[in-house]
């Protein structure tokens, strides 16, 4: 028989289709340790009302601690019987406590209890991601730092564009994973709300205190209408937009090592610990890593889409629709939990391959633009310095020759403007280091950049 909350006014039990339907025990036990928090707050409030005694709020806070270590070891666990987290810990209560374990419900709800659960837990993890989030910064850094002069083939459209430094690429991706902990943090800030006194919408008549309340939990303010306090689930909306968010970022991180690890590509070498094998083929290195990264994104994009759809149209208050919300957000945390230190330390241990990069920087013309911006700077408009590199760059693919490989008759053919000189810019290094304004990709903006991420991690 489920164990109820609601005997009272019921003749018969549920039937086994709804209780099975109802149940949510089996996700929501993680809950655990918030609702107990939560329950020596409710406690100790109960207290001051006069609604506990000073030797009932001692045996039941000894109660909750005991039951506490009892979850923590699998002594006591949820039963079939038991509808959710509440329920289960209620029973557990009663077990100790006789009948003053059902002093505790009073003034509450499981209505503001979840919801509080809910924040309290997501609260938690929000910084174990972004601790994780920070690992993964660092390791990128430590790559960027060791590649602040190392040339790499810059592409647009996945074509040869200019070359870059590849640090500036790493970083690249850092500031990237830097928005996504701003995201959280100021997400922090709104959740910080505490839904505890709301009882089921309407709060309570007996005399609590949901500003103590809110204090004891670690919130910054108890909510301010009991009607949206219960209602209200924009803090795990929120949250799963953030994670997603991060999800898409590892996904195109996750994308681009793919593609360096490829025999195309040959940009880096994976680590044997972060790349998987074949059953089949002996010779096979897979990134696997890089791959279920890129996979799990989708996952966390739907999660996000999972919980929209829930709250799209449900009335105010409490709406049972809400218990929807759980799975999602426990999804997208253990997700994240997973992929991020997998992903630190593919990058970690990653092994750049300078030579290939170097070797292949300036491949496809990528140098044209730094000859059109000479001229440019020889007062030459850009329109005919485009024009005149464009034909040059033609030449040069009929003849399969290279730019720095015409002889000076070759290009004052193509234009009058392209004399021998401007062989100059015709070098990877130069192209890189010129690039210096603010944001660019010389190695000592790079330098410059790294410094400043380097000193925003550390604040956190
Ligand atoms: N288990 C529910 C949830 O996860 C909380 C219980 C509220 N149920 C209710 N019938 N008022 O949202």
């Known amino acids: 028989k489920p164990m109820r909350l609601w005997g009272g006014r019921f003749e018969s039990g549920p039937a086994d289709a709804l209780a099975r339907l109802s149940v949510s025990v089996h996700f929501d036990w993680r809950l655990v340790p918030y609702d107990l928090a939560a329950s020596r707050a409710h406690a100790r409030v109960l207290n001051r009302a006069d609604l506990l005694t000073g030797d009932e709020l001692a045996r039941m806070l000894g109660a909750i601690d005991d039951l506490e270590a009892a979850c923590k070891s699998g002594e006591f666990r949820p039963t079939v019987a038991d509808e959710d987290v509440h329920t289960a810990l209620e029973r557990g209560l009663l077990e100790r406590l006789g009948s003053l374990g059902g002093k505790l419900r009073a ?4 209505n503001d209890q979840i919801a509080t659960d809910l924040r309290l837990y997501l609260r938690d993890h929000v910084r174990l991601i972004v ?9 990128l850094m430590e790559q960027a730092a060791a590649h602040a002069e190392t040339p790499a083939p810059g592409m647009t459209h996945l074509q ?7 640090g500036h690429q790493l970083l690249a991706h850092v500031h990237a994973f830097a928005r996504d902990i701003d995201r959280l943090r100021d997400w922090d800030r709104r959740a910080a709300v505490s839904p505890l006194g709301s009882g089921a919408l309407a709060g309570s008549s007996l005399p609590l205190d949901p500003v103590a309340v809110a204090e004891e939990l670690g919130f910054s303010s108890a909510a301010p209408n009991s009607m949206d306090a219960v209602a209200d689930r924009d803090f795990a909306a929120e949250f799963l937009f953030d994670a997603a968010m991060v999800g898409v970022h590892l996904s195109r991180l ?3 090592i793919v593609l360096w690890a490829s025999q195309e590509f040959r940009w880096i070498e994976m680590d044997d610990a972060y790349s998987t094998g ?6 096979k290195k897979n990134p696997d890593v890089a791959e279920l990264a890129r996979g799990k994104s989708g996952r966390l ?3 996000l889409m999972t919980l929209l759809t829930t709250l799209k149209g449900l009335p105010l208050t409490y709406n049972r629709d809400l218990q929807e919300d759980k799975e999602p957000v426990f999804d997208s945390i253990d997700t994240l939990l997973l992929v991020l230190p997998a992903m630190a330390g593919l990058v970690a241990t990653m092994r750049v391959n300078v030579d290939k990069l170097a070797s292949t920087a300036s491949d496809g013309f990528a140098l044209a633009t730094d000859l059109a911006e000479l001229l440019v700077r020889r007062g030459v408009p850009f329109r005919e310095a485009h024009e005149a590199v464009g034909h040059l760059v033609v030449y040069c693919q009929v003849n399969d020759v290279d730019l720095h490989e015409l002889s000076d008759d070759e290009m004052l053919k193509v234009s009058p403007h392209l004399t021998a000189d401007v062989r100059d810019v015709l070098d990877v290094a130069g192209a890189m280091a010129a690039r210096k304004a603010f944001g660019g990709t010389a190695p000592d903006r790079v330098r410059d950049q790294l410094a400043a991420l380097r000193e925003t991690v550390d604040d956190q």
């Open 278 to 283: 074949s059953s089949i083929m002996p010779q």
């Open 301 to 303: 994009i739907g999660n």
């Open 131 to 139: 601790s994780r989030l920070v690992e993964l910064e660092t390791a």
């Open 254 to 256: 996750g994308e681009e």
């Open 160 to 166: 040869h564009a200019q070359p870059v430094s590849f």
């Open 107 to 110: 003034g509450r709800s499981r």
